[in-house]
């Protein structure tokens, strides 16, 4: 997830089902009524028994690295017989419904409140890893809203949503026969946000991939065609950087409003929430740029991930250690996709790394590895440093990029690594969660576990000056510009070597364009 941060971020989903495949859990929500900000919920069910006596709402949920306990939104919670008899249920934990003679029930009613405007003491969470429900438009994002019985998380599900007829309608998901949408399990159903309302639409074909755009904009400043025209040069960029898209079909869901929150990737969806400005000259850029980031992750997590992230934990928040391939590779790629596809110039590069390790100067904990990052991503001390994957991590990848194009004479770099990578697993594959740092460097080279080791696992001071001189860019931890009074330092300086020799010209071309 690309989160907004000075200035402005699962994925267990799969492969879509088939249209026709019959299903054990069945879910209505009547987005007519809207009363009290609540979602009404009803869960049609047969055939539970004993081992399927709790019923769990999300503690949390993938590629959002916090505590989230939607238990706290929900606000009823019943269920019946066939005969419409209640049966018991109490609340065991924050998260947790107890159902005393699952055997017995047949249908489960419950209301969940949306977290917009939901007011919580502590743990607020992501707008766009939330709902929003107004009377022109929902944000629904099946975390909150629904649940799963115990032991039924990769049971096949059905949404089945009535909304008012002149609302559009945005998701990945399927229909089925009978008109309701269909998730492979709950994993899918979180992978696949949905934005209802009053929208705008547009979509484009890129090599055989039918990119959909839906977008609510509050005052309809901003349309789903300006977005769509401004991202084009951007996923034709990105299909050549990934050498064809993995997916068929992506769906992007834009929500402008009142304030700035950030992005969150799915594997066939992404979702963002902005606020409603004017759509000057850099906004498309902008948007475009954040855009990137996310939809790369049709490669990573979507087709490498770890197996913590396979089957996902909602239940007990459990961190991988490689959030540095997930998020921080994903953002080295959101730069270098546009590099390559002659959207960003090198000078605008040399910029996004001055700007990176500025931000990871000031304001994140020197002390904090990536991997340390990870491991305490859902603590507190582990929230504060967080983005610094996207920031600090971002220019450890592009190191590390470096570093595989100078063994390899400029054939093979992170690029050409991530796309076999996602080959030799994809999205059906996890790689061992203990064994992947090995895995890279069999596949790679004897360095890279050093690299790993020093950079990516330790905090040790990264080699700016030493890799950047391999493609012919000069790097200066401090410049004095100007003189006397009007003298200033300034940090972290990338200037291109006019006098590179060959061999840094000739591995700068390979740095910068798709092979």
Not at 71 to 91: H, L, P, Q
Not at 133 to 149: K, Q, R, S, T
Not at 319 to 326: D, I, K
Request: proline content about 3%; glycine content about 6%.
């Amino acid at each position: 997830m690309k989160k907004l941060f000075i200035t402005t971020w699962m994925i267990a989903g799969v492969v879509l089902i088939s249209c026709g495949q019959k299903t054990s859990l069945n879910y209505s929500i009547d987005l007519n009524d809207r009363s009290n900000d609540e979602f009404k919920v009803t869960l049609d069910i047969k055939g539970l028994s004993d081992d399927n006596n709790i019923y769990q709402f999300a503690a949390t949920a993938p590629g959002t690295y916090q505590t989230m306990n939607i238990g706290r939104f929900v606000r009823s919670f019943k269920a019946y017989d066939k005969k419409g008899n209640e049966i018991v249920t109490k609340k065991k934990s924050e998260n947790q419904w107890e159902l005393t003679t699952p055997k017995k029930i047949t249908k489960i009613e419950f209301r969940v409140a949306e977290t917009w405007d939901t007011p919580v003491e502590e743990m607020e969470m992501y707008k766009m890893c939330g709902t929003s429900m107004e009377d022109d438009h929902v944000l629904f994002n099946a975390h909150c809203v629904i649940g799963y019985p115990q032991g039924m998380q990769g049971q096949p599900l059905t949404l089945s949503l009535t909304y008012p007829e002149e609302w559009k309608i945005g998701t990945a998901l399927s229909k089925n026969e009978n008109g309701a949408y269909a998730a492979k399990n709950f994993d899918h159903a979180v992978d696949s946000p949905i934005l209802l309302g009053r929208l705008s639409e547009a979509s484009a074909d890129f090599n055989g991939t039918k990119v959909e755009l839906y977008t609510y904009s509050k005052t309809d400043k901003i349309k789903s065609t300006d977005l769509l025209e401004s991202m084009s040069a951007m996923l034709e960029a990105a299909n050549k950087f990934v050498v064809d898209f993995p997916v068929d079909r992506y769906t992007f869901l834009f929500h402008f409003e009142d304030f700035n929150a950030g992005a969150w990737e799915h594997s066939y969806s992404s979702e963002y929430v902005y606020v409603e400005d004017d759509y000057a000259v850099d906004g498309g850029p902008k948007i475009t740029s954040t855009a990137a980031h996310e939809f790369f992750h049709i490669i990573t997590p979507l087709n490498i991930h770890s197996e913590v992230i396979q089957q996902f934990n909602f239940v007990t928040p459990t961190p991988s250690a490689h959030l540095w391939l997930y998020e921080s590779t994903t953002e080295w790629a959101s730069d270098m996709m546009q590099v390559r596809g002659g959207i960003m110039t090198l000078e605008g590069l040399l910029g996004q790394l001055n700007y990176k390790l500025r931000v990871d100067d000031y304001y994140f904990d020197s002390d904090y590895s990536l991997t340390k990052i990870a491991e305490t991503s859902f603590m507190e001390s582990g929230r504060k440093n967080y983005s610094n994957v996207y920031y600090k991590g971002a220019v450890i990848i592009n190191l590390l990029d470096i570093l595989l194009l100078e063994k390899s004479d400029g054939k093979r770099g992170m690029r050409e690594v991530v796309n076999e990578l996602s080959k030799k697993y994809g999205s059906e594959k996890a790689f061992p969660e203990n064994e992947f740092f090995d895995i890279f460097t069999e596949m790679t080279y004897p360095e890279v576990a050093d690299f790993f080791e020093k950079y990516v696992k330790n905090d040790e001071p990264l080699p700016l000056k030493e890799y950047y001189a391999k493609v012919g860019i000069t790097y200066l931890a401090e410049k004095t510009v100007g003189e006397g009074d009007e003298a200033k330092v300034e940090k972290f300086v990338f200037e291109v070597d006019t006098l590179a020799n060959e061999k840094q010209l000739a591995l700068r071309k390979a740095w910068t364009t798709n092979l």
